[in-house]
């Protein structure tokens, strides 16, 4: 007995710390800990895959980054995401936060690139165009307004085609490309561009994604997903996923909203920090 308490008492004298009760993809990957009003979550960042997005998310988080206070104009330098709101919450798909006005409308005041991989999410295998003429689900088009607005205006803009003199003259050019459009040449044709070099993965349950209103249109907003979303993929950057706290989201997307899917009481981000 005497000698178990001596081993008890020098392995506490050694500061031993208990294990950490989540696992991790990979050991060298940074853990950020969202703090919310609901409780936390753990996040493992993905820096290898979206580098520059995992690293504006940190900087902005720990004060590091400078950004535009939307309040003053003025330059400014402190945590960025502690105070402010998940904004946009729907039940059983995502809960979004990160922007300093609280309505969808805000950012830090610059816009960078997005980080994605589309021929490693499988986009370049996928035919815009079904063989019965109908257009892949993912393209999200509900009208001939959407079909002429996301896929053959980008279409004719990359042909060169500009007057209906020309569309005319080369209608069987035009229906060949539509043919042979895939979904990574769909989305490239809407302005998105890919990285080849990258390692990108789908936007699934459990994975947090920049927002954003285009192609590197990325600041400040993210999402979490609360359930798999294969439409967005190709649209936006996935730089980490929850290791611990999905509890917390799923409380936090079952809130009560009102307009604009807005919670009716607040849900506040605490602070977002690196686990040390």
């Not at 580098?51 to 998310?57: E, G, I, L, S, Y």
């Not at 359930?227 to 929850?242: E, I, M, R, S």
């Not at 909203?257 to 920090?273: A, E, F, H, W, Y």
């Amino acid at each position: 007995m005497r000698l178990l308490l001596a081993l008890a008492l020098i392995l506490l004298a050694c500061g031993s710390a208990p294990a950490q009760d989540f696992k991790i993809e990979d050991p060298s990957h940074p853990v950020a800990i969202l703090k919310t009003s609901h409780g936390d979550i753990y996040i493992e960042l993905f820096e290898k895959e979206a580098p520059k997005t995992v690293a504006n998310f940190v900087e902005l988080a720990e004060g590091r980054k400078e950004f535009t206070d939307p309040k003053t104009g003025k330059k400014a330098k402190r945590p960025f995401y502690d105070g402010l709101v998940f904004h946009r919450v729907i039940k059983d798909f995502m809960i979004q936060g990160g922007d300093p006005n609280g309505n969808g409308s805000g950012g830090p005041g610059y816009k960078f690139e997005d980080e994605i991989n589309a021929d490693a999410l499988g986009l370049a295998k996928l035919s815009a165009v079904e063989k019965d003429g109908s257009l892949h689900p993912h393209l999200l088009v509900r009208s001939q307004e959407d079909f002429n607005q996301m896929v053959l205006i980008p279409l004719l803009r990359r042909m060169k085609i500009a007057n209906q003199e020309e569309f005319e003259k080369r209608k069987e050019d035009i229906q060949k490309q539509l043919n042979s459009l895939t979904l990574k040449g769909a989305y490239e044709n809407m302005g998105y561009s890919y990285s080849p070099s990258l390692k990108s993965r789908a936007p699934s349950k459990g994975v947090v994604a920049m927002a954003n209103a285009g192609p590197n249109t990325n600041g400040s907003q993210f999402f979490i997903n609360m359930a798999d979303t294969p439409w967005l993929a190709g649209k936006h950057t996935v730089f980490g996923k929850v290791v611990k706290g999905m509890e917390v989201v799923e409380k936090i997307g079952s809130a009560e909203v009102g307009s604009n899917n807005t919670p009716k009481q607040d849900v506040k981000i605490l602070s977002i920090r690196l686990k040390k």
